[in-house]
């Protein structure tokens, strides 16, 4: 029997998207980090927490024991083939291969490097979601202690994973001058794996575990995820989407999921009665933090009708946080732009019986219009104006302005010229070249496709004078410098040359006219750099000047 003829329409035409896209090359291949293990072991916990495992693990690894209570040790010293240290308090950090462990043994310190840990302590003394590879914590649990050290006991080696993560430093707007702009990353990693350094971000490749949110919460694209990359996850959307309208599917609703649970709650229900609903496409992803705006609102320009986001019990609870905020800027466009609400929704199910009833309650899925061409990009600020652009040439609203949640990427600086002194502190410190100055006139210009929201300019602005204002522009100055504030230029009383605004001067003489460095001289205030010195110089000032005195 032809299994084409018995499915119904849409059906046919998610097989038919999801041949399109299993026949896609495999993407290309990322760079490995290695990891190096002599099996070096560090057990921690209570001594009778440790006692069962300790001797059968220490015959086939180099075992070191930290025992964390006062119990008697029921081995006796005499038995032991391994060092046992009591303890009161431990710090670890690392990961397989680079462990490095301090301790208080009642006064004194203790420390070692290990390859692998197993911690049977009660609470998990590395705490956070993604633990990082070679430490094992089980909890309390007998089948998993056992699991544990079955896996623990083959960890001896050279291992490799993929590096997740590219990073354009150049693009990075965490810190200007050690003034904090973006966080997202830092706060984002369930991992812990970022941390910043100076006015940027480092990323221990050894840590990450390659959730990719670092990337989805980006606002400039400076961190993006690589496996695969999302103009390789656009190529395949735009692959799917193209086929499920070619086969007379009209508009498809996606359901991106992970590889691991999602996959098994999505098997779990296409095994029931029910299954998936014909007009919702499944879509395996790494992991269901790794797409966002960027993708989503591509997958809208290529023809989707609406979007769902899976996440389980296996993602970190600040994932959840991240994706939502995600979706309500992706929701707020796409109203905005005259679509029906709540077009991209966040599926929280740890059943099938949960994840049926959600995808029973889909929503109205955009109308088909004229999919879009364009390639996803490696830069996801690019990928976001292709997409908004076509988005909004097809919208049933023709907005000018649609207002943003709150950290959104996209927006506007208001500027009270009242205040602003035209300093151009804020123009230095834009990672993104959203504020400019001019080569010939006191003048402060704002490209608004360029602002990412950051807050550095708000922040670095001595005279409290810029508040950021999420928004997104589709008017046609939106690419265009737009000048926020200017003032006449004040030149020099000894050479004419213009050197400040009429308003800078005007503050500066009001705020230092009565410094004792300028007492009946207040006129060098209104004289340029180089006229200052002269000035300094001629009236037996050089002390000032050159740190001596003349002579």
Not at 178 to 184: D, F, M, P, R, T
Not at 238 to 261: E, N, Q, T, V
Not at 501 to 518: D, R
Request: with cysteine.
């Amino acid at each position: 029997m032809n299994l084409s003829a018995v499915l119904s329409p849409l059906a046919r035409a998610r097989t038919a998207a999801l041949a399109a896209a299993a026949a896609l090359p495999d993407p290309d291949p990322v760079s490995s980090i290695s990891y190096d293990s002599t099996g070096r072991t560090l057990m921690i916990g209570a001594a009778a927490d440790v006692a069962p495992w300790a001797q059968g693990l220490s015959a086939l690894l180099p075992l070191t024991v930290l025992i964390t209570d006062a119990a008697e040790d029921e081995d006796g010293a005499a038995a032991r083939l391994y060092p046992v240290h009591r303890v009161q308090r431990v710090h670890l950090d690392g990961y397989l291969g680079a462990f490095e462990a301090v301790w208080d043994a009642h006064g004194d310190v203790g420390r070692g490097s290990y390859d692998v840990v197993l911690d049977l302590s009660d609470t998990a003394l590395i705490a956070r979601h993604e633990k990082p590879p070679g430490y094992f914590a089980p909890g309390a649990d007998i089948g998993k202690r056992a699991d544990a050290v079955r896996e623990l006991a083959d960890m001896i080696g050279e291992f490799e994973k993929p590096k997740y993560f590219t990073y354009k430093e150049r693009l990075c707007a965490h810190s200007r001058n050690k003034l904090i702009g973006c966080n997202a990353c830092i706060e984002i990693c369930s991992a812990e794996a970022i941390s910043g350094r100076g006015d940027k971000i480092v990323v221990n490749p050894n840590l990450c575990a390659g959730c990719g949110a670092c990337g989805t919460v980006c606002p400039t694209g400076a961190l993006s995820y690589n496996y695969p990359s999302a103009a390789y996850t656009g190529e395949r959307l735009r692959a799917l989407i193209g086929a499920y309208r070619a086969a007379g599917g009209g508009a498809p609703s996606l359901l991106f999921h992970s590889g691991k649970h999602g996959k098994a709650l999505i098997a779990d229900l296409e095994a029931g009665a029910g299954g998936v609903p014909a007009h919702q496409v499944p879509i395996e992803i790494e992991h269901t933090a790794s797409v966002g705006i960027d993708v989503w609102l591509a997958a809208f320009a290529y023809g989707a009708g609406a979007i769902d986001v899976l996440m389980t019990d296996e993602e970190a609870p600040q994932y959840r946080g991240a994706i939502g905020a995600q979706m309500e800027i992706a929701n707020t466009v796409l109203a905005g732009l005259g679509w029906p609400a709540l077009q991209c929704r966040l599926i929280e199910a740890s059943a099938s019986a949960s994840l049926a009833l959600a995808l029973e309650r889909a929503p109205v899925a955009i109308a088909p219009f004229d999919g879009a061409g364009f390639h996803v990009m490696a830069d996801k600020r690019n990928t976001l104006d292709l997409a908004l652009t076509h988005l909004a040439l097809h919208a049933p609203v023709k907005a000018e302005l649609i207002a943003l949640p709150p950290a959104s990427p996209f927006g506007n600086v208001r500027v009270d010229t009242g205040k602003c002194s035209l300093c151009m502190a804020c123009v230095g410190a834009c990672p993104s070249s959203a504020l400019m100055d001019s080569t010939t006139v006191p003048q402060l210009r704002f490209v608004e496709k360029n602002c990412v929201q950051c807050g550095l300019c708000e922040t670095t602005c001595p005279e409290s004078a810029i508040v950021l204002e999420p928004r997104l522009s589709l008017l046609d100055t939106w690419n265009k410098p737009v000048v926020k504030h200017e003032s006449t230029p004040f030149c020099c009383i000894r050479c004419a040359k213009p050197f400040g605004s009429l308003q800078m001067i005007t503050n500066m003489i009001a705020k230092m006219g009565g410094h004792a460095a300028f007492a009946g001289h207040l006129d060098r205030l209104r004289m340029c750099g180089d006229c200052r010195v002269i000035d300094m110089m001629k009236s037996g000032d050089s002390a000032r000047v050159t740190g001596r005195a003349p002579g």
